[in-house]
């Protein structure tokens, strides 16, 4: 019997031993240790840590990196406030300040999901008044920790899609072009002073301003036509 127990013991510690798969990755020391992880996760936790402290962002919001999926795409998961930022996004993020926007979008949306089962609940009701907000959020984490908000839209020029038609819940996100002109709208009011960024000398931009020509026109005239009202009646 006790020779039945003592084998009995090993068998079940060698099944448990075996029950979880664990990569090894060798050979890892500090001078390498990015270079053998991945320098995306380095640079994606770099920039997420800084957005969320120059804004004194006081809640937990875990960032990921996954690696496994080439998905052109990063969420927010509302329910465990984690951010991941899938491996496909890599291919169309040119510099800090457009990886500064996606993260900023993101954590705008945890933030914003703290609120409770409430919020929660409205967030998933009505994503797409919510994905804007986090645009508008977003930019503002941005120029908080000294990125240029122009990136938003250089990025959102690349990856915003545009479909043909939007019955109100087939789509989840509003049309690219709206999220565009919305974010320019903001950023001309609150942040003059990016108008002028090197980001605008970029193809994505201009692709922006050529493909939207009429709806920028249209706002800046608005805007003058205010500004020369306000003026005339003396509040400037």
Same mark, same amino acid.
């Given at each position: 019997m006790k020779r039945f127990l003592i084998l009995f013991s090993v068998l079940l510690i060698g099944t448990c031993s075996f029950a979880e798969e664990v990569m090894v990755i060798r050979?890892?020391?500090?001078?390498?240790?990015?270079?053998?992880?991945?320098?995306?996760?380095?640079?994606?936790?770099?920039v997420g840590q800084k957005i969320m402290m120059?804004?004194? @962002?006081?809640?937990?919001?875990?960032?990921?990196?996954?690696?496994?999926?080439?998905?052109?795409?990063?969420?927010?998961?509302?329910?465990?406030?984690?951010?991941? @930022?899938y491996s496909g996004m890599f291919l169309y993020i040119d510099n800090d300040d457009e990886l500064a926007y996606?993260?900023?979008?993101?954590?705008?949306?945890?933030?914003?999901?703290?609120?409770?089962m409430a919020k929660y609940m409205a967030m998933n009701a009505n994503s797409k008044k919510y994905e804007?907000?986090?645009?508008?959020?977003?930019i503002d984490y941005m120029v908080k920790a000294g990125y240029d908000p122009i990136a938003?839209?250089?990025?959102?020029?690349?990856?915003?899609?545009?479909?043909?038609?939007?019955?109100g819940c087939t789509y989840t996100h509003p049309k690219?072009?709206?999220?565009?002109?919305?974010?320019?709208?903001?950023?001309?009011?609150?942040?003059?002073q990016y108008l002028d960024s090197p980001y605008t000398k970029t193809p994505s931009y201009k692709n922006f301003v050529y493909s939207m020509n009429k709806d920028i026109t249209e706002f800046q005239q608005k805007q003058k036509r205010r500004k020369l009202k306000q003026m005339q009646n003396g509040d400037l």
């Open positions: 050979n890892v020391n500090f001078n390498n240790f990015w270079r053998k992880k991945g320098i995306d996760e380095e640079k994606v936790l770099q120059a804004n004194a @962002i006081p809640k937990r919001v875990p960032i990921f990196v996954d690696s496994t999926k080439k998905t052109i795409n990063a969420n927010s998961n509302l329910y465990d406030k984690t951010v991941t @930022i996606i993260l900023s979008h993101e954590i705008a949306h945890s933030v914003e999901a703290y609120g409770g804007q907000k986090a645009d508008l959020n977003g938003a839209i250089t990025m959102g020029n690349k990856i915003f899609g545009e479909p043909v038609w939007d019955w690219g072009s709206k999220r565009l002109i919305d974010m320019y709208k903001y950023i001309y009011v609150k942040y003059p």
